[in-house]
């Protein structure tokens, strides 16, 4: 099959840009050029602080595009040879990568269309569409391209015509390969991924660019683990694995809902089921439901092809998840209300945690915003928000469109979660950040000093919403070995250093 020697990932994203680090890392003898429209965030990839956080990512990208020689300290690339020529670059000249690649990744963002037929479920194809034109420009004849955004099933058809009419006659190849990693843990998936999909045309030089695709996968992905399949499957195999996985969290949240209301705990009972191995215990702790930019937008993808292929039955189905998700948030922030016995005038309420889970600082579709939106209404005195991983103009851009001129001045982002919870009478935690889950949960307050009340929601994992615990006192005191937040210098979570870790992450150079 081809040899590939030069590959263009368009998009340097959540997606993108780890996935172009790792696959430099791995193959050496490939130049990778990483392509993006946005000057700032390509000029961030090209700094010490990257532009997203993952754990582990900056030690891949100094080797990559520094040719750092570094001590990685992940095992599973100790052999990993060291003084390297660098081979990953960022780039917004799209033009003259374009023209030299072999391979093009297409892993631009594809949200829902808010607009127009299928508005709300659909997904806007308009940015694919126009990186995968500009592909048709300016690539060489014979150029693999790559769908790595998450599309509709059809799309590697779609796309075809779209090229021949754009470059009538001349070849390229189109094959599906969607991207199963997780926020938060994507150099681990990308490292050893469970599986990488690689879809294609069944024709003689379809499966010579599914080859050419899966030895880059091969440098580093042992053969089993690469399947390949048509194109059709693949671009719907991604969707129904996020729908599956979503439809876990919103089965065991509606049951969480009837154990709030019996004696029945759900941790128990998430136990008890996650127990048996048919069922297995990931993806089963209640919660808050689920959050980011991916769940609810392949789910409404798939619900919506559903529907254009005319099975209303199954478009219901899979639209529940979605909406029990909606319901379960609501719920929650009823919940709050309900234990500050529905007067939240003048009081504050802080919450720990934004981004959707931990160990990202990506605050698309952040669980906190519909909490805060319900919170608002009750006109609190102020809402604290500490988180992190984020950055506090990623929460306060997230947050915009649910704020007026009279809420915004109440909102608060704090980079000290001390200072957040100071004399709050409410702390709720969102997210499964490390340093929240070091509280004393179950341990009641016993510096009962004061009328008011502090409620605090233990979240033991991103989708836990466990049980609820009120602490009595005048104030949420932080005593050192006590507090839900570890002391500043805590050894295991480095909780103030993890913001730190946007910009220069804490890295053994050899
Ligand atoms: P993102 O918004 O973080 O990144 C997309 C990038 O593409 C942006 O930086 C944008 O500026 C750039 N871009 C858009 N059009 C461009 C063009 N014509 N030329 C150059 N750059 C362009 O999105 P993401 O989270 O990385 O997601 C990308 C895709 O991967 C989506 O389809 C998503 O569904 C899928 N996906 C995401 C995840 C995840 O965890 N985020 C996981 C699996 C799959």
């Known amino acids: 099959s081809k040899l590939v020697r030069h590959i263009a990932v368009v998009g340097a994203g959540y997606v993108g840009g780890p996935t172009a680090a790792v696959i ?54 100790a052999d990993t040879p060291v003084d390297r020529i660098p081979n990953l670059f960022f780039t917004t000249d799209s033009q003259t990568s374009l023209a030299k690649a072999d391979v093009v990744m297409l892993a631009v963002n594809t949200p829902t269309k808010t607009f127009g037929v299928g508005g709300g479920r659909a997904t806007n194809m308009t940015t694919f569409d126009a990186a995968a034109k ?33 470059r009538p006659g001349v070849p390229f190849e189109i094959v599906s390969n969607p991207e199963f990693l997780s926020e938060g843990t994507a150099v681990r998936n990308l490292m050893q991924p469970d599986r990488v999909l690689i879809g294609s045309d069944k024709t003689p030089s379809g499966r010579r660019a599914a080859e050419a695709l899966a030895n880059v996968y091969a440098a580093w992905v042992p053969r089993p683990r690469i399947l390949e399949v048509n194109a059709w499957s693949s ?39 996650g127990i048996d191995p048919r069922i297995g215990s990931q993806f089963l702790k209640a919660g808050l439901g689920f959050g980011g930019s991916c769940f609810r937008k392949d789910i409404s993808s798939l619900t919506y092809l559903a529907e254009s292929l005319g099975l209303p039955e199954v478009a219901h189905y899979w639209s529940q998840v979605n909406s029990m998700n909606e319901w379960q948030r609501d719920r929650f922030a009823y919940k709050i209300i309900r234990r500050l016995e529905e007067n939240l005038v003048g009081k504050k309420v802080a919450l720990l945690g934004f981004a959707f889970k931990k160990n990202t600082g990506d605050t698309r579709e952040s669980l906190a915003v519909d909490v805060i939106r319900v919170l608002l209404q009750e006109r609190p005195g102020e809402i604290a928000i500490f988180d992190p991983c984020c950055l506090s103009e990623d929460i306060i851009r997230e947050l915009e ?110």
């Open 24 to 77: 430099a890392l791995h193959n050496p003898h490939i130049r990778v050029d990483v392509l993006d429209k946005d000057p700032r965030r390509v000029r961030r990839w090209n700094s010490p602080h990257l532009p997203i956080y993952e754990p582990g990512l900056v030690d891949i990208v100094r080797v990559s595009r520094d040719g750092a020689s570094a001590r990685l300290r992940d095992a599973s690339v």
């Open 235 to 273: 671009e719907l195999a991604k969707l129904v694995s996020n729908a599956m996985l979503a439809q876990r969290i919103s089965s065991i949240n509606s049951i969480s809902a009837i154990c709030d209301k019996t004696g029945a705990d759900i941790d128990e009972i998430a136990k008890s089921a």
């Open 134 to 166: 500009e592909v048709a420009l300016y690539a060489r004849p014979g150029t693999i391209i790559v769908e790595k955004s998450t599309v509709p099933c059809g799309t590697a058809q779609r796309v075809r015509k779209m090229l021949d009419e754009v």
């Open 401 to 510: 469109p649910i704020l007026d001129s009279a809420t915004r001045e109440r909102v608060h982002v704090y980079s000290d979660a001390y200072q957040a919870c100071q004399q709050a009478h409410a702390v709720v935690v969102i997210n499964d950040s490390d340093p929240f889950r070091q509280s004393p949960a179950k341990q009641r307050n016993s510096n009962v000093d004061g009328g008011t009340r502090t409620y605090y929601e233990p979240s033991p994992h991103v989708h836990a919403v466990s049980e609820d615990i009120v602490i009595e006192g005048s104030r949420f005191s932080y005593l050192p070995g006590q507090s839900p937040i570890c002391a500043e210098d805590c050894p295991d979570c480095q909780s103030t250093k993890l913001r730190g870790a946007m910009s220069s992450e804490p890295v053994e150079w050899a």
